[in-house]
Structure formats: C-alpha cells, structure tokens
C-alpha cells in the first residue's frame, strides 16, 4: 500500500461566508423568479377567466395568500434587496474593492434587513 495521505471529506470543511454568500444569492434569485412567474399566472388567471368556477379558484389563491401576505412581502423585499446588493458586490470584487468577504457578508445582510424593515415600516404605517 501507499502511504499517501487520503483526501479529507468535504464536510469536515468549514463553509466560508463567501460561499453562503454565493447559495444565499442563487436562492434568492429562484424565489424572485418563481415569485414573477406566480404573479405572471396570476394576471393571466385574472385576465382570461370567464366563468364563475375561474373566478372561485382565483378567490381561493387570492384568499390563501392574504393570510400571508405580510410574511411574503417581507421575504420577497429582502430577497429583493439581498440578491441586488450581492450582485453590486460582485461588481465591485470585479473593480477590487471590499475584498474582505466576511465583512462584506455581514455588511450586506444588515443593510438588506435594514432597507427592508424601513420600507414595511412606510408601507404599514
């Protein structure tokens, strides 16, 4: 036998911020695009029901998602504002600035949560 050190397995890693960083921003992109296709749905329901039967089923789902509606509008607006202020941060990585990504992680989830809580705030108030 070799006596060659074997590879480590990938969960004895620890993950890196950049990395969370980088699922949290791809995760945030398919929920907005799954929100735009449900809300495109949505308008074509509205738009193209004739019947009373289109228009119960659209009272359904309207219905369930008043129920949580301001629990969606907080994770559609932080989603929002997380996945375009990650994507700034990747342009300026790509211009050299703010390379340490541990603070740049931290920097953006409070300033995503800040932005989002202001904007409930006016909203709901």
Sequence with gaps: MYNRPMSPHITIYASQSSSLASIW?????????????LSFICMQ???????????????LIYNFLLLFYNITYLVFLFCLFYHTFTGLKHVLWDLGFFLNSRFSFIFLLVISFCICLIILLLIFT
């Design 25 to 37: 921003h791809r995760i945030s992109g398919i929920f907005l695009a799954l929100l735009v296709v």
């Design 45 to 59: 329901l509205l738009i193209h029901t004739n019947s009373s039967k289109g228009l119960l089923i659209f009272e």
